[in-house]
Each structure stands twice: as C-alpha cells, then as structure tokens.
C-alpha cells in the first residue's frame, strides 16, 4: 500500500508552487456533490478518470484536490494531504485504482466532516427496493460476488467498490458517485455474461479497465440511491468450517473496528474521526441485519449462499 502524510498550509502551498509550472490537465469532477478537482501532466490518468467520473462545472469552485505527478525525490506510491484545505499530493502513482479511490476518500473526508455522510468501501445493489451492500478485505470476493448478482434482471447497482451512506430518518440511504465502474479482466471468466465488454487491449497493467456495465445489464439498471436493509461481510478463511454467521450490533463493530472499517484507503485516523464513524455505525449497525460469508467454496456456491440471504431467483 502506498503511505499518507499529513501536513500543514504552509507546506502544501511550497508543493504547490512546486508543480504548477507542471500542470497541463485540470479537470474538475462531481463524486456525490462534492466538486473534486484533478491536477496533473499525465494524459492516460486523466482520460481514464474522465471516463471514471461525472463532469461538473468548470465554474464551480473545488472542494478538494488532487494533484498527480512524478517526482524522483519521493518513493512510489507516497500521499502527502493537507487535511485543512482538503488538498492531496499523489506522487509516482502507476494503479488508477488507488487514485480512483483517494479521490472517492477526499470527497467522504469533505463529507463526513461536514454532512454526517459516511464512506463504506464495498459495493452496494438494490434488490426490489432492499439496499444490499458487501464488504470485505481485498481478495475476499466483493466484486465477484457483486456482479454475479446482477445476472438477476431484478438486481440493479449503486457502487460495485465504494458507495456513500447516511441516517435519514429511520433509514439508512446509500448513494453512488461514479459513472462507469473500473472493473478487472476476470471478471468475464467467471461470469460470461460480461465477457466482451472491455477489448482485451484496453485493459491496462493491472488488467482493469473503466466500463460501462450498461451494455451488459441495461441503462435502467444503475441506481443512484438505496435504502440500505443488508450488509453481508465476506471473508476468506479455509480453517472455518462455518460458511454463514448472522452478526449482532456489537460484534459488528467489533469487526469493522479492526479491521479498519474494511478502508484503507482513509486519510485521516485520529480519535476525532474515529468518534464520527463509530457513532456513523452504530446507527448503521441497529438498522440492517449483518451476516458474515465465509468465501472459501467456488465463485457460484458462494453465489448462491448470498442470493438464499437476499432472497434472490437461484437461477445463474
């Protein structure tokens, strides 16, 4: 994982005076009313961002920004983010899906300081009117999972990797923010469905690629809201014979807890934000019911096990 560093006004506005003469691209975008702004020199970052999320207003003044250069005095992979102006260096950066996500993480900063709305690193679908969110550490099958349940016609998405959520009353709504979803190569070996969708060429090193999921599952099928009734926590351990656990509140949290709410990718931890989160999931926790999956058979027997709890058609 890359490493994050915080630091003062005074030194982001030096680095900023460091790599204006740099600029080339500025691009503002949208990612859940925030105006994000991204700032860099490189020309296939910035296209596959464009294609990633929604426009907005060149008149618009940013909530927050991101600047993406190489630079030989840092390691690869560093973050230096100023928390006061909401400002992040993303320095000798090659994975767009850690750009990607710092971004979706500026905009649950600006969010959750501000809004009370609260960023979930998972995917979230709706299934007739039931918001259904799945969330784990990486390798644990979250997009796999995911996509195979949107073979069900009656399945539609909100956010197949992070989704923003907040109290409404007695329920808990969950809001997407991107346009297209950057999706890996295997996911059209496991489900054949969604074979084609990106040409092999397009994929970049990481063999991931930006894609609209609409030629696949159709237009109306992208949801930009839910209300949220199920959360289901996969995780991938052989030694576990039990394939499914129904979790009460407090064992929840004990469980998003450490493992770091399932996010590496916030950008501030102190006992400030951890306040904001735990009282966030509390409410959360005392809305929905929580299972925990245990992933360890194959793509379509895990599959299934998640449709039986979300009361999905068997049929795939």
Do not use: C, M
């Given at each position: 994982m890359y490493t994050i560093t915080l630091i003062s006004q005074?030194?982001?506005?030096?680095?900023?005076?460091?790599?204006?003469?740099?600029?080339?691209?500025?691009?503002?975008s949208e990612i859940y009313g925030c105006c994000i702004k991204f700032i860099s020199d490189n020309l296939?970052?910035?296209?596959?961002?464009?294609?990633?999320?929604?426009?907005?207003?060149q008149n618009v003044r940013s909530h927050g920004r991101i600047y993406l250069f190489d630079d030989p005095a840092y390691s690869a992979d560093t973050v230096i983010f100023d928390p006061v102006s909401k400002t992040a260096f993303l320095l000798n950066f090659r994975y767009y899906g850690w750009v990607k996500s710092l971004a979706l993480s500026l905009a649950g900063d600006i969010l959750e300081d501000e809004h009370g709305i609260f960023s979930i690193h998972g995917a979230c679908v709706d299934i007739g009117g039931v918001g259904l969110c799945l969330i784990g550490t990486s390798g644990s099958g979250k997009t796999t999972q995911t996509y195979g349940l949107l073979k069900d016609?009656?399945?539609?998405?909100?956010?197949d990797d992070w989704f923003f959520s907040r109290v409404f009353g007695p329920e808990i709504l969950a809001y997407g923010s991107e346009k297209n979803f950057y999706i890996r190569q295997d996911l059209e070996t496991v489900w054949k469905e969604f074979e084609g969708l990106v040409k092999a060429g397009d994929y970049d090193n990481e063999k991931r690629a930006v894609a609209d999921i609409r030629w696949i599952i159709g237009k109306g099928r992208?949801?930009?809201?839910?209300?949220?009734?199920?959360i289901i926590v996969l995780k991938r351990d052989p030694e576990d014979r039990n394939t499914v656990e129904t979790l009460g509140p407090d064992a929840a949290m004990k469980m998003f807890e450490e493992n770091n709410y399932f996010n590496p990718h916030l950008l501030v931890n102190n006992s400030y934000k951890k306040a904001i989160?735990?009282?966030?999931?509390?409410?959360?926790?005392?809305?929905?019911t929580v299972y925990l999956v245990n992933t360890t058979g194959t793509p379509a027997e895990t599959q299934r096990l998640i449709r039986s709890l979300a009361g999905v058609s068997q049929a795939i």
């Open positions: 005074d030194e982001k506005e030096t680095l900023v005076q460091q790599f204006t003469p740099r600029i080339r691209y500025e691009i503002k296939v970052i910035k296209d596959t961002w464009q294609e990633n999320f929604y426009a907005i207003s016609p009656h399945t539609r998405i909100v956010g992208i949801l930009p809201l839910t209300t949220l009734r199920i989160r735990t009282r966030y999931l509390t409410e959360l926790l005392n809305r929905t």
